[in-house]
């Protein structure tokens, strides 16, 4: 399995894409960088062609990217655009396949979120048919969009792995597909079972972080991890795992997060 690390949540840098980091990453040996595309969306062609050079000379593949929408970006509720939405999904998509990227990561609770008021039902038709029109997008670039579901305080809508593998078969399309996060898994203590049952059919990508304060893992005993990782082996999942967390002192949090897979990961 390829370990991986996403650098927005451990960003410094104006920009939010956390590159700065990416560095560090390439000499703990990392397998992959995982970047956040709506940031990368706002940047400047020159900042993003800089952007596509540092990971070049890294040695590192940004195979996966976080963070498809931003949050002004309105996808449910009354006041959706979706000719901005879709203008918005070419220009970043592009810039995706352009970084090599595979897997895009559909979390985007600010912009998916349902608003007060409004049909919880209605909103989620409503991404239904977005993924419908993001489908043919993803395909023409040679990406798939993986489903995140999102603990509630930070999204009313899709907050299970089951729930995201029903909105994919909801969709109905090709290339969409559905994420775990054990950060998000934990928090709703969605029982690991739904893996065991869906996964094999559905799960493509994988983020992770200790729940107790979403930071990065480091000791098998902090957190009941072990069946987690024991569901992932059951079904053959062996494609990626990215630490989506935060941290104090990066390095050598990162280290021990990568010490944490290498031993917890091995078939």
Do not use: W
């Amino acid at each position: 399995m390829k370990i991986g690390c996403c650098l927005n949540m451990v960003a410094t840098g104006a920009d939010g894409t956390g590159i700065e980091r990416l560095e560090t990453i390439a000499k703990l040996g990392y397998d992959y960088v995982e970047l956040p595309l709506a940031e990368m969306a706002a940047l400047s062609e020159e900042q993003f062609e800089e952007i596509k050079k540092q990971v070049a000379q890294s040695g590192l593949s940004c195979e996966t990217c976080n963070n498809f929408f931003p949050g002004t970006i309105r996808l449910t509720g009354p006041d959706v655009n979706m000719d901005q939405v879709l203008a918005y999904v070419e220009k970043a998509l592009g810039r995706a396949e352009e970084l090599g990227v595979q897997y895009v990561v559909f979390g985007s609770g600010k912009a998916k979120g349902v608003p007060e008021g409004f049909s919880m039902e209605e909103g989620y038709q409503q991404v239904v048919e977005l993924l419908r029109q993001v489908s043919p997008v993803a395909g023409k670039h040679g990406i798939t969009i993986v489903i995140e579901p999102l603990r509630k305080p930070e999204c009313n809508l899709i907050n299970t792995f089951a729930e995201g593998c029903k909105l994919k078969k909801d969709a109905g399309v090709p290339h969409v597909e559905v994420l775990v996060d054990f950060y998000h898994m934990a928090v709703e203590q969605e029982p690991v079972s739904h893996l065991l049952e869906q996964g094999k059919e559905n799960l493509r990508h994988v983020h992770f972080a200790n729940p107790t304060g979403r930071v990065y893992p480091k000791d098998e005993g902090e957190a009941d991890y072990k069946p987690f990782f024991d569901a992932l082996k059951a079904i053959g999942y062996e494609e990626r795992i990215s630490c989506e967390a935060y941290a104090k002192d990066f390095e050598a949090e990162a280290r021990e997060a990568l010490a944490f897979f290498r031993r917890n990961c091995a078939k």
